[in-house]
């Protein structure tokens, strides 16, 4: 069976000091929580900083974004090497990254590509806009994020990867899919995609997230379907309680 993960995105909210509080106000309730896994990914500039914090704790880091190259003339960029010192996770292809940041599907896959080869596990993030769900085109945009996100890799590759389904009109408004439809969505566009574009066992075995307006009034509906392992959970991630609950929901 696939455990469940609850991981959260802060985007960009929160200093330095700030990230150590919140941190410090989850660690002890998540801890106790032991059946499901947590990964927590703050801005860049606190990565070191919360990673000393969660030392010897069950609460895994991760990054929102990286560059592909090792190192070079790339001012601004922070490449996986950097990152793996820090985090376990990397979020790759956010819709947010997509849209303002011009993330293309040939950069989201290099980037998979590049965060594999120095040992990053990547949350890869496929989902439509509403112009693109309201055409009918949902199943046929997420498939090709996914197969396009995915090009040139093997069974070996994608072990521990997970794939974080959010739609973009869910992100932020409120206004969450329905539990049922995401899952859906996941079952026949990424779970079963996944099994005939890689392997029946790698479709099985891997995580695949819901994300999109997740709170603690809705989260137990997406984590009882049966293709949903998780959230990526963004505004709720913020404040403590939230996310806490969320992480209680899914240990079920
Ligand atoms: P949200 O964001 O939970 O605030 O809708 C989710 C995400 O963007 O990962």
Redesign the pocket.
């Known amino acids: 069976m696939r455990r469940p993960c609850v991981a959260g995105?802060w985007?960009m909210h929160k200093t330095l000091e700030e990230s150590l509080h919140l941190v410090d106000s989850i660690k002890p309730d998540l801890d106790e929580i032991k059946s499901v896994d947590n990964v927590i990914c703050p801005p860049f500039t606190a990565l070191a900083g919360v990673k000393e914090l969660l030392e010897g704790t069950r609460i895994s880091l991760g990054a929102q974004n990286l560059f592909w190259e090792e190192q070079g003339a790339y001012t601004g960029e922070i490449s996986p090497l950097m990152l793996a010192e820090l985090v376990s996770y990397v979020i790759i292809g956010?819709?947010?990254r997509r849209a303002y940041f011009q993330d293309s599907d040939e950069a989201v896959n290099k980037k998979v590509k590049a965060a594999l080869a120095a040992g990053l596990k990547p949350i890869l993030?496929v989902g439509e806009t509403l112009e693109e769900n309201e055409a009918g085109r949902t199943g046929e945009v997420v498939q090709r994020q996914l197969t396009s996100g995915l090009k040139g890799l093997g069974e070996k590759d994608l072990g521990e990867m997970m794939i974080?389904y959010?739609p973009v009109w869910?992100?932020?408004?409120g206004k969450a899919a329905t539990p049922d439809g995401a899952n859906q969505v996941i079952k026949t566009h990424i779970r079963d995609a996944l099994a005939s574009l890689i392997s029946p066992e790698i479709a099985q075995k891997m995580r695949i997230l819901y994300?999109?307006?997740?709170k603690p009034e809705n989260a137990r509906d997406f984590f009882q379907q049966p293709d949903i392992d998780g959230a990526?959970?963004?505004?709720?991630?913020l404040k403590a309680e939230a996310f806490v609950e969320i992480t209680k929901a899914a240990a079920g």
């Open positions: 995105n985007k956010h819709s947010e993030c974080a959010e869910a992100i932020g408004t994300g999109g307006s997740v990526l959970v963004g505004g709720a991630s």
